[in-house]
Every structure is written in structure tokens, then in C-alpha cells.
């Protein structure tokens, strides 16, 4: 036999070469000291080069990953682009949020703050973050309004960190036995209105998120609040949200999504003067809950998200001050809003959020916000807001 | 939802479900929908692997473990077609080229800086890196810096054979004949132990 190639020297080496082979080959290498001893170079070679690779290792390599979970994520991520845009985009999109999702993204991005690192999520204690009570406050976030590359950093944040457990859809309920049936809670009426109204059962959300510290800096960084320092170690705990069902009880002629096919008009078509004057929705929804690590500073945290609203640290620190933040809902002012107050219905404080009433302006006439055994109500509509709270006591 | 309801009264469509929400056509139809589950469950680690050795970075790892998958997700392929028969080739190699992509452009990074720091006579990060980094870190990216110096198509080769692939599969990744992954390993290690010693001495041979 001729000597072997260097090619077939390597593959030897690789247990590469055919059973059939092989014999013969080591034979000759047995026998050609040329070849053995090329074939300790290019083995020592091979070796030498493989253990830098092999260095390459973190320390924890053999840290699992697991495909199922990885797949989940890439999924809810990409698979339902559509839907998640629908709730997702509503966290850090710049039109008005609704009280409770508005919390939520604020907790999440406050949260994922300052968790203090070197330890497992499993070796700590969680709190439960449940709204008892509403607190408005104005926030101006519209000075990022126009920061593309800051909303690109959030979309891609909650795309790559945010895993979904329950993205649900909406369900219509025929009755309210079935509405409540479906959403797991009894759904109450306006007493004052005769009329028959629609049920509409909206799914349940649910989603864990792991913290990014590096990510959440160059967003602040992106912001123009580099000053803003984040703990130094906050990297890999988690924040979990659940937003269980809610129930929207539609009196009258609303606005919807989804008209019928030969219904006039158009959701995107600005409302015509009197326009769903006698539409009021009333939402129902149980209080989302937030599972943090219970030695979380929420109140140093949402100083942070204050400052990053464009107020001082001084303000912030103020304001941080005076709400529980265990239990309060902060709700930022939307921007239909010209004043609001706190009223009392069912003998609970509520909020009383009036339209600007600027011409031409959009949106509702009024939205009141309260919050009754674990119920966060939200009752929005046209007209006269004096009439919201009668309507909103007239709740059975 | 209740900010649905202040949108509708504003005129404004609120966000809506498509109508094929959590149906969307991934790999074509029917079974090769089905399919690409089993494509991601059955490579993913492997690949999230490769890519950590490359980048050192758990989390960019999975980040471009995932962009490996939303290419074959976003242009499927179809069956018969282009790589269709040679779909983990087409992963792995996707996967290496992203990768050692990610690979250079933190080399150019690194030596930018490290060009600003001398240009200023900046001695004292040096030391104070010196301090922090650990020898396996070093040791690391002095390897991580020859793998960027290599032909892409060398770096490609090492990683994967060093993470287990047989000369059929790194033929399937690097579209070359099985008969000659032999040899092009053989040049690829004497390009990386020769690129070593140029940058590093004979100090940086262990």
C-alpha cells in the first residue's frame, strides 16, 4: 500500500473511515514510520486545536437549555405576531393604555429594575401585587413619543424576554350567567338601564419576563436618562403577571371592532356628532396580579420610572412617597382627559376622569375607575359624566 | 380591554386578531407545519451551544439561535427545494455564519477600542482589566479572536467539529465532499495554530 493521504490520516484519526478499511490502514501505519508519524502530528494537531475550542465553554456550560420552552417563546413571540402585537404593543405603544395593562408594563420595566441577583427566583420569597385602590397621576411620556429606536429596543425587549403562558381571545356570551360562566366571576348590570346589553368575555393573559439589566440600561440610555443607574446585579430573576378574564357589558349603540358586515360606517371612521350617545361599556375586570421578589423596593423603582416620565428626582421621590405601592394601581392620565376627581360610588373613592371637551376632540366623554372585592370597574361612555356615577350605583 | 373601548369611542380601530391568529402558515402546510417543531426541538440546544462557544454569551446565543429559526420560519423550504434535503446543514450553517458574524463585528469593536486606549497612552484599563478578567476569560478570547481572524469557512469547520459533527454532517453544513473534510480540517488547524502565533507568540500556546 501506497503511504495514506493526509486525508485519510485525519478521517483515521476521527474513526471516519469505512469498517472496511480500517484494518489495512493499520496495518500500514504499523509498519510506515512516515505515516505514523504524520499521524501523530496532525492527531496532536487536532487535539491541541479542539481543546481551545473546547475551552470556549462557559464555566456553566452544562446549564440546560430546554428546546420545549425555547420553542413556547419563539412561538409566542413570532407565530402569533398578530395577537401579541394586540396586547404586547399596548405595554409601550404611545396611545392610551387601559389602567391595569399600563400597570403592568410599568411594574414589569420598574421591577426588572433592582432585583438584587445571586440567587434563584426559587430560593425567594414572592409578593403579590393586587390593586385595591386607583391612583391617577400625570405622566408625559411624549417626549418619547417620537424615539423610534427606543420603541424598537421595548418591541424587541418584550419579544426576546417576555415569555406568554395564556394569551387568550375574546369571546362573545350570550347571557350574563354565561358571561360570568366564562370569566370565572359574577358579572354585575347597571340597574338603571332597561335596555338589554352585549357580553363580551375578554381571555386571560398571562406571561413571565426575565430581567435584562444591560438591555434595560441602553434603553434608559436610549431614553436620554443614562443618569439613571440600574443595580449594578439584576440580571435573570423574573417577573410574573397574570391578567385574568374580564367581562365588557355593552349598553346601547357602541363603537365596536367588529360591526356586522352590512352595519354602516366603520370603526376607523371619527364618530359622527351624537354618535353613540347612549352607549356606555362597563368593564369588569379582576385585579391583575404581579409576582416580584418580596425584598423588591417597588417605590425606588417607580422613583426611577417617574424620573423617566421627565420629572426630578425630588418630585419623583415625593410622589413615590405617597402611594402604597402593594396595593395601588397608578393610572396615568390618558390624553382625552381635561380634568378628573375623586368621587364615591358604593361608598368607595373613585376617579372621575372627564374629556377635555376640545373641539374636534376624540374619545369619551368620561371614564370612572373603581375598584370593589378584588373588581376593577371601569365604566366609560358619552355625555353628561354627573350621570356616570349614578349609573355606576346603580351597579347590582 | 377597557382601552379597546375608549379607542372605539375615539374613532380608532383598536388592535384586532387576525383572522388566522395562532395559525399561521410556517413551513408550507399541514405536516410540514408540524415539522417545524420538530426541526427546532431537535436542533435548538445544539445549536445554541455552537453559538455560545462563539460569542461566550448565553443570552446572544439564544437570541441568534432564534434568528437562525425565524429565517427558516419567515422563508421556508419547500420540499425539494433548495435545502430542503439538507435542512440541518442549512441550520448549522446558518447558525455558524450568524455566529461568527456576531464574532467579527465585536473583534472590530474590541480592537477599536483597543486602538482608542493605546492612542491615548491609556495603560490603567489595561491593569484594571488585567484584574478583572480571569485567565479562562483571556484564554477565551484570544481564542475568540482568531476564529474571527480565520476564513469564515475554516471557523465554521472547527466550531462544528468541535461540537460533535460527523464529516458527512459538516459536508451537508459547509456544502463540501465528505471525501475532503479530512484535509480542509487539517488546513483549517494549521491556519488557527499559525493565526495564533502571530497574534499571540509562542506565550499564547498553552
Same mark, same amino acid.
Given at each position: 500500500?501506497?503511504?495514506?493521504?493526509?486525508?485519510?490520516?485525519?478521517?483515521?484519526?476521527?474513526?471516519?473511515?469505512?469498517?472496511?478499511?480500517?484494518?489495512?490502514?493499520?496495518?500500514?501505519?504499523?509498519?510506515?514510520?512516515?505515516?505514523?508519524?504524520?499521524?501523530?502530528?496532525?492527531?496532536?494537531?487536532?487535539?491541541?486545536?479542539?481543546?481551545?475550542?473546547?475551552?470556549?465553554?462557559?464555566?456553566?456550560?452544562?446549564?440546560?437549555?430546554?428546546?420545549?420552552?425555547?420553542?413556547?417563546?419563539?412561538?409566542?413571540?413570532?407565530?402569533?405576531?398578530?395577537?401579541?402585537?394586540?396586547?404586547?404593543?399596548?405595554?409601550?405603544?404611545?396611545?392610551?393604555?387601559?389602567?391595569?395593562?399600563?400597570?403592568?408594563?410599568?411594574?414589569?420595566?420598574?421591577?426588572?429594575?433592582?432585583?438584587?441577583?445571586?440567587?434563584?427566583?426559587?430560593?425567594?420569597?414572592?409578593?403579590?401585587?393586587?390593586?385595591?385602590?386607583?391612583?391617577?397621576?400625570?405622566?408625559?411620556?411624549?417626549?418619547?413619543?417620537?424615539?423610534?429606536?427606543?420603541?424598537?429596543?421595548?418591541?424587541?425587549?418584550?419579544?426576546?424576554?417576555?415569555?406568554?403562558?395564556?394569551?387568550?381571545?375574546?369571546?362573545?356570551?350570550?347571557?350574563?350567567?354565561?358571561?360570568?360562566?366564562?370569566?370565572?366571576?359574577?358579572?354585575?348590570?347597571?340597574?338603571?338601564?332597561?335596555?338589554?346589553?352585549?357580553?363580551?368575555?375578554?381571555?386571560?393573559?398571562?406571561?413571565?419576563?426575565?430581567?435584562?439589566?444591560?438591555?434595560?440600561?441602553?434603553?434608559?440610555?436610549?431614553?436620554?436618562?443614562?443618569?439613571?443607574?440600574?443595580?449594578?446585579?439584576?440580571?435573570?430573576?423574573?417577573?410574573?403577571?397574570?391578567?385574568?378574564?374580564?367581562?365588557?357589558?355593552?349598553?346601547?349603540?357602541?363603537?365596536?371592532?367588529?360591526?356586522?358586515?352590512?352595519?354602516?360606517?366603520?370603526?376607523?371612521?371619527?364618530?359622527?356628532?351624537?354618535?353613540?350617545?347612549?352607549?356606555?361599556?362597563?368593564?369588569?375586570?379582576?385585579?391583575?396580579?404581579? *409576582?416580584?421578589?418580596?425584598?423588591?423596593?417597588?417605590?425606588?423603582?417607580?422613583?426611577?420610572?417617574?424620573?423617566?416620565?421627565?420629572?426630578?428626582?425630588?418630585?419623583?421621590?415625593?410622589?413615590?412617597?405617597?402611594?402604597?405601592?402593594?396595593?395601588?394601581?397608578?393610572?396615568?392620565?390618558?390624553?382625552?382627559?381635561?380634568?378628573?376627581?375623586?368621587?364615591?360610588?358604593?361608598?368607595?373613592?373613585?376617579?372621575?376622569?372627564?374629556?377635555?371637551?376640545?373641539?374636534?376632540?376624540?374619545?369619551?366623554?368620561?371614564?370612572?375607575?373603581?375598584?370593589?372585592?378584588?373588581?376593577?370597574?371601569?365604566?366609560?361612555?358619552?355625555?353628561?359624566?354627573?350621570?356616570?356615577?349614578?349609573?355606576?350605583?346603580?351597579?347590582? | 380591554?377597557?382601552? *379597546?373601548?375608549?379607542?372605539?369611542?375615539?374613532?380608532?380601530?383598536?388592535?384586532?386578531?387576525?383572522?388566522?391568529?395562532?395559525?399561521?402558515?410556517?413551513?408550507?402546510?399541514?405536516?410540514?407545519?408540524?415539522?417545524?417543531?420538530?426541526?427546532?426541538?431537535?436542533?435548538?440546544?445544539?445549536?445554541?451551544?455552537?453559538?455560545?462557544?462563539?460569542?461566550?454569551?448565553?443570552?446572544?446565543?439564544?437570541?441568534?439561535?432564534?434568528?437562525?429559526?425565524?429565517?427558516?420560519?419567515?422563508?421556508?423550504?419547500?420540499?425539494?427545494?433548495?435545502?430542503?434535503?439538507?435542512?440541518?446543514?442549512?441550520?448549522?450553517?446558518?447558525?455558524?455564519?450568524?455566529?461568527?458574524?456576531?464574532?467579527?463585528?465585536?473583534?472590530?469593536?474590541?480592537?477599536?477600542?483597543?486602538?482608542?486606549?493605546?492612542?491615548?497612552?491609556?495603560?490603567?484599563?489595561?491593569?484594571?482589566?488585567?484584574?478583572?478578567?480571569?485567565?479562562?476569560?483571556?484564554?477565551?478570547?484570544?481564542?475568540?479572536?482568531?476564529?474571527?481572524?480565520?476564513?469564515?469557512?475554516?471557523?465554521?469547520?472547527?466550531?462544528?467539529?468541535?461540537?460533535?459533527?460527523?464529516?458527512?454532517?459538516?459536508?451537508?453544513?459547509?456544502?463540501?465532499?465528505?471525501?475532503?473534510?479530512?484535509?480542509?480540517?487539517?488546513?483549517?488547524?494549521?491556519?488557527?495554530?499559525?493565526?495564533?502565533?502571530?497574534?499571540?507568540?509562542?506565550?499564547?500556546?498553552?
Amino acid at each position: 500500500m501506497n503511504c495514506m493521504s493526509e486525508n485519510q490520516l485525519r478521517a483515521y484519526h476521527d474513526g471516519e473511515v469505512h469498517a472496511a478499511e480500517r484494518p489495512e490502514l493499520e496495518a500500514h501505519l504499523a509498519s510506515c514510520a512516515l505515516c505514523e508519524k504524520r499521524y501523530h502530528e496532525i492527531a496532536a494537531a487536532a487535539e491541541r486545536v479542539q481543546g481551545q475550542l473546547l475551552s470556549l465553554d462557559a464555566p456553566d456550560a452544562q446549564s440546560s437549555v430546554d428546546p420545549q420552552v425555547a420553542l413556547a417563546r419563539f412561538k409566542a413571540t413570532h407565530e402569533t405576531g398578530v395577537e401579541r402585537d394586540s396586547f404586547f404593543s399596548r405595554l409601550f405603544a404611545r396611545r392610551w393604555r387601559p389602567a391595569w395593562v399600563t400597570a403592568v408594563a410599568a411594574t414589569i420595566i420598574l421591577c426588572s429594575l433592582a432585583f438584587p441577583s445571586g440567587r434563584s427566583l426559587a430560593q425567594r420569597f414572592l409578593a403579590t401585587l393586587r390593586v385595591e385602590k386607583v391612583q391617577p397621576v400625570r405622566l408625559d411620556f411624549s417626549a418619547l413619543d417620537g424615539n423610534r429606536p427606543l420603541q424598537e429596543m421595548l418591541r424587541q425587549m418584550v419579544s426576546d424576554k417576555v415569555v406568554v403562558t395564556a394569551d387568550e381571545k375574546p369571546q362573545p356570551a350570550e347571557t350574563a350567567t354565561d358571561a360570568s360562566q366564562l370569566a370565572g366571576f359574577p358579572v354585575h348590570l347597571l340597574g338603571a338601564r332597561a335596555d338589554a346589553p352585549k357580553f363580551t368575555v375578554e381571555g386571560q393573559h398571562a406571561f413571565h419576563m426575565t430581567v435584562d439589566r444591560s438591555r434595560l440600561q441602553d434603553i434608559f440610555d436610549q431614553a436620554g436618562r443614562p443618569d439613571l443607574m440600574l443595580p449594578a446585579t439584576v440580571d435573570g430573576a423574573q417577573v410574573s403577571v397574570n391578567v385574568p378574564r374580564s367581562i365588557r357589558v355593552e349598553y346601547g349603540d357602541c363603537p365596536h371592532a367588529h360591526p356586522p358586515a352590512n352595519a354602516p360606517g366603520t370603526p376607523n371612521a371619527p364618530p359622527t356628532a351624537g354618535a353613540w350617545s347612549n352607549c356606555v361599556a362597563l368593564v369588569e375586570a379582576p385585579s391583575p396580579t404581579v *409576582n416580584v421578589p418580596a425584598d423588591l423596593n417597588i417605590q425606588q423603582l417607580a422613583e426611577i420610572g417617574f424620573q423617566l416620565s421627565g420629572m426630578n428626582a425630588t418630585q419623583a421621590r415625593e410622589l413615590g412617597q405617597t402611594i402604597d405601592w402593594k396595593s395601588t394601581l397608578v393610572l396615568p392620565m390618558p390624553r382625552f382627559a381635561g380634568t378628573y376627581s375623586q368621587v364615591q360610588v358604593d361608598g368607595r373613592q373613585a376617579t372621575l376622569i372627564n374629556g377635555s371637551g376640545a373641539p374636534g376632540r376624540r374619545g369619551p366623554d368620561y371614564v370612572l375607575i373603581w375598584v370593589k372585592n378584588g373588581i376593577i370597574y371601569g365604566l366609560v361612555g358619552r355625555g353628561d359624566s354627573s350621570n356616570a356615577v349614578a349609573l355606576a350605583n346603580s351597579l347590582s | 380591554m377597557l382601552e *379597546n373601548v375608549v379607542e372605539e369611542f375615539a374613532g380608532r380601530k383598536p388592535q384586532t386578531r387576525g383572522p388566522n391568529f395562532g395559525e399561521p402558515d410556517l413551513v408550507g402546510q399541514g405536516s410540514t407545519r408540524e415539522r417545524f417543531d420538530e426541526i427546532f426541538v431537535a436542533h435548538y440546544a445544539r445549536i445554541v451551544r455552537i453559538l455560545r462557544r462563539v460569542v461566550g454569551n448565553q443570552g446572544q446565543a439564544e437570541e441568534l439561535a432564534s434568528e437562525v429559526f425565524l429565517k427558516l420560519y419567515r422563508a421556508p423550504l419547500a420540499q425539494g427545494q433548495g435545502h430542503a434535503g439538507n435542512l440541518p446543514g442549512w441550520l448549522y450553517r446558518t447558525a455558524t455564519n450568524l455566529g461568527i458574524d456576531a464574532l467579527r463585528a465585536a473583534a472590530r469593536r474590541n480592537r477599536f477600542e483597543q486602538d482608542a486606549a493605546r492612542d491615548h497612552g491609556s495603560r490603567k484599563q489595561t491593569v484594571e482589566d488585567g484584574f478583572e478578567r480571569t485567565l479562562r476569560g483571556e484564554r477565551q478570547q484570544m481564542v475568540r479572536a482568531v476564529l474571527a481572524d480565520l476564513k469564515p469557512e475554516q471557523a465554521r469547520l472547527l466550531l462544528l467539529r468541535a461540537s460533535g459533527h460527523s464529516y458527512k454532517e459538516l459536508a451537508d453544513a459547509l456544502d463540501v465532499e465528505s471525501g475532503s473534510v479530512g484535509t480542509l480540517l487539517i488546513r483549517a488547524e494549521a491556519a488557527f495554530e499559525q493565526r495564533f502565533r502571530e497574534i499571540y507568540g509562542d506565550e499564547g500556546e498553552r
